[in-house]
């Protein structure tokens, strides 16, 4: 993606041997505007992954993301069985997984993908259709559909992979369109519009567990999510992923070694695709039925959004994206229609705020706390706090007017709240011309939200400044780790 | 057969509407370097605002005021937004366009409700141009080719001829020495955006009454608008011009067509389950976009008119 950059740097190389560093980019042709932001290839300082934690062993700290997984994973199917529950954590754990695979992709080689729920979808359908023909046990079913998605990863990565950057991006999303449009147009394969469905509880008995009860499937799904983890924490610790990671930053210089990049990248993409499919396989346990939908560019979408969110360069930062985002797509969608918004609206703002995403942005105030003192930094926090937590009020008080007078009683409670129902919108017509047939006061409330709302980030950004002289050099520090 | 040429001539027009929305993507790509995820909702966001325009003011103004509006907003979205993320790479840049293609989707949504829309067809230009062969050419989809064509030729003009675009594709190779002569070098990004979205919106102003307005207008549209600056070559205008062309075409013939994949295949001795051999090759016209990508890519990484394939 950075063409311009590589190809100066391997110009540079090629015309200054003796000096292959260029710590200080003097001439560095991009970012005229932004000279404290020195972007050294050999990321410094990425979180997670910093070569200087791998020789250290594991530690109490290193087991800690584990052990909260496991938990969050584990405990709520004790305390509480509602089925909402559990459609919830197994969605989760799926999302988790389908992330994860993901990341190898972007966070470790660099590679943005706009069709990765092709590999999900295919991987399951195969599974699914394995499954009904000869009634293997339920239990290696994920292996099986990881083994679809990695053939389906064979055939695509030949296309895609002799690209990166932009095109790898464009000719991915090309491929997933193809899969779904074959998906829609090829009879007999998707099965149409109903899907494919399986019985779970068809297959042999597994120690006396047949998995038709949803505990049991969820036990299940738990379980594979748990060591889909771990097999890709170990995969990201091996010799070919750092082959990958040189790939990512710098393919000239990684070609001028001895690796093929096309190669690494297609070997990264079929293990990629084995975990998305595996995935989409847990998907397929959990709601017994594999679609169109399955492969659509909403689960393409899905996973990007919850990768990004989460953050690239850590490993559990998508595990914590696949958190936000099922969050959003279960939770909030119960609540309101707009949840796709709140979506888009969260998804634009880390891309602006936190471009390496929660896990950056959480690891980057962790060093600063850590080098300041949280007693120095509480004012700015809690300022930040109180401004995040009103402009969040204002806009959801924004949006919900707004589709409370577009969908009036299509939107539940808050078509309530706002006073009207059958006056709603005509599709069409102009949307001020709703809102005017609307109660006054939500338009108050807006105003003197609003105006709060100045007030603290006024006071959230005065409190920052007074930081700001000895916060620069730690931004500085920090900033180098962003993915490219 | 009759109707070949005719269709041939619609499949021109639908190649040049694709080329109106393929060149604003080339533009911005091959200027800020970042593919413009986002601009299928631009294009719908214009076909939405003609659509309102039209209906209080004509047509005509309609095709003044939707480009004009939407390109101001693409100018606001690249000054207030995109601007802040480019320090950090294209990466940031292509997935702001990706959130935003989302929120424009749902404020769409937001604003129209979720129903189709249809636009009429201003009285001017309704009716056939001629008839060959009992097949008519409607006079609008004439009316379509002439603005695209004209739009292009504006644009290489501006490109080639004017200092503008002397600035412009400086700035495209050489940033910072434009920058040194003078130039306000964000600017003119922001000018490209601008201009960039603008066609996008004059695209869905002028295709709303052919299509349905509807908000899934942007997925349906914008995915083989990237296959077609794939196809074409990132970056390059003509090779976008010629993807177009090449696209528009054989989708349109692939649906007007009459011949099932069967008879297709039985020239060439392959053989299939009968209900695959049953399919028309107008059930598969949507495939055949993806279809087009994958050939032209298997046979030339870097695309019609490409140049070198890079590595990063």
């Keep these: 993606m950075r063409k311009r950059d590589a190809g100066a740097e391997a110009r540079g190389a090629a015309a200054r041997p003796e000096r292959p560093e260029h710590p200080e980019h003097p001439e560095h042709p991009e970012h005229p505007e932004h000279p404290e932001h020195p972007e050294h290839p050999e990321h410094p300082e990425r979180p997670g992954t910093a070569p200087q934690t791998a020789g250290r062993g594991p530690s109490a700290r290193s087991f800690a993301p584990w052990l909260a ?40 080689t660099g590679l943005l993908s706009f069709g990765h729920a092709a590999y999900a979808g295919l991987g399951a359908l195969i599974a699914a259709r394995m499954f009904n023909a000869t009634g293997m046990p339920l239990v290696l079913l994920p292996l099986v559909g990881g083994m679809g998605g990695a053939l389906c990863g064979l055939l695509f990565g030949l296309i895609a992979t002799r690209r990166s950057g932009t095109a790898f991006a464009m000719i991915t999303l090309g491929l997933g369109e193809l899969v779904v449009a074959a998906a829609w147009t090829l009879p007999g394969w998707f099965g149409g519009e109903a899907g494919i469905a399986i019985d779970r509880a068809s297959g042999p008995r597994f120690f006396g567990l047949s998995f038709g009860p949803a505990r049991e499937a969820y036990a299940l799904i738990a379980l594979w999510c748990l060591a889909a983890s771990a097999a890709m924490f170990a995969l990201s610790r091996t010799p070919f992923m750092r082959l990958a990671n040189a790939v990512r930053d710098n393919p000239a210089r990684a070609a001028a070694i001895g690796c093929y990049p096309a190669r690494i990248r297609y070997g990264v993409v079929v293990l990629s695709a084995f975990f998305a499919g595996m995935a989409g396989t847990m998907g397929l346990v959990n709601i017994e039925l594999v679609s169109t939908e399955s492969v659509g560019m909403m689960r393409s979408g899905a996973v990007l959004i919850a990768t990004v969110i989460g953050g690239t360069a850590a490993f559990f930062g998508p595990v914590a994206g696949a958190l936000v985002l099922t969050f959003f797509s279960v939770i909030v969608a119960s609540v309101t229609r707009a949840w796709l918004f709140y979506l888009g609206l969260f998804f634009v703002a880390v891309v602006l705020a936190a471009p390496d995403g929660l896990a950056g942005f959480c690891a980057r105030h962790a060093a600063r706390i850590a080098a300041q003192g949280w007693r120095r930094r509480r004012a700015a926090y809690l300022w930040s706090a109180l401004a995040v937590l009103l402009w969040s009020a204002a806009v959801v008080l924004a ?25 709603a919108g005509a599709d069409g017509a102009p949307l001020a011309s709703a809102l005017s047939a609307v109660s006054w006061w939500p338009a108050v409330a807006l105003a003197l939200l609003a105006a709060f709302c100045a007030l603290t980030t006024r006071y959230a950004m005065r409190a920052h400044a007074r930081l700001a002289p000895q916060a620069g050099r730690a931004r500085v520090a920090s900033s180098s780790g962003e993915t490219r | ?79 207030w937004l995109l601007r802040r993320v480019r320090a950090h790479g294209h990466l940031p840049e292509l997935l702001l366009t990706f959130g935003a293609a989302y929120l424009l989707g749902e404020l769409v949504k937001l604003g129209w409700g979720l129903g189709p829309l249809s636009a009429p067809v201003p009285a001017v230009l309704d009716g056939p141009l001629f008839s060959l062969y009992g097949a008519s050419f409607a006079r609008y989809r004439a009316f379509m080719m002439a603005v695209s064509l004209a739009m292009l030729a504006a644009l290489v003009a501006v490109l080639r001829v004017s200092r503008t675009g002397l600035v412009v594709r400086a700035a495209l190779t050489h940033p910072q020495a434009v920058e040194a002569l003078g130039h306000n070098v964000p600017a003119v990004f922001t000018g490209v955006f601008a201009a960039g979205t603008a066609l996008a919106a004059l695209a869905g102003a002028i295709g709303a009454p052919l299509f349905v307005i509807e908000p899934a207008m942007a997925e349906s549209l914008g995915s083989i608008v990237f296959v077609v600056v794939v196809i074409g070559g990132l970056g390059s205008l003509s090779g976008a011009l010629v993807a177009s062309l090449l696209v528009g075409c054989v989708q349109t013939l692939a649906v007007a067509s009459d011949v099932s994949l069967g008879e297709v295949l039985s020239v060439a001795g392959v053989a299939l389950p009968p209900d695959w051999d049953a399919l028309t090759l107008a059930q598969l016209a949507p495939l055949i976009p993806y279809l087009l990508l994958v050939a032209v890519l298997a046979l030339r990484p870097r695309g019609l008119f490409g140049r070198r394939g890079d590595h990063a």
């Excluded at chain 1, 584990?74 to 069985?81: H, N, Q, R, W």
């Excluded at chain 1, 989760?92 to 997984?97: K, N, R």
């Excluded at chain 2, 101001?72 to 979205?77: E, I, K, R, S, T």
């Design chain 1, 69 to 108: 997984l496991a938990v969050f994973l584990a405990l709520p199917p004790f305390v509480g069985s509602q089925s909402w529950l559990l459609a919830y954590l197994a969605q989760t754990a799926t999302m988790i997984v389908f992330a994860l695979s993901y990341n190898l992709l972007l966070g470790e």
């Design chain 1, 399 to 423: 949006v919900q007017w707004a589709y409370a007078a577009r969908f009036g009683a299509d939107e539940g409670a808050a078509g309530a709240i706002f006073g009207f129902g059958a006056n």
């Design chain 2, 1 to 79: 057969m009759q109707s070949f040429i005719v269709n041939l001539l619609n499949g021109l027009s639908y190649g040049l509407l694709l080329f109106m929305l393929s060149a604003g993507l080339t533009l911005i790509f091959s200027m800020l370097g970042v593919l413009n995820f986002a601009h299928a909702s631009f294009y719908m966001l214009g076909a939405y605002v003609g659509f309102s325009v039209a209906a209080r003011a004509g047509f005509w103004s309609a095709l003044v005021i939707a480009p004009l509006g939407v390109g101001l907003l693409g100018a606001a979205f690249e000054h």
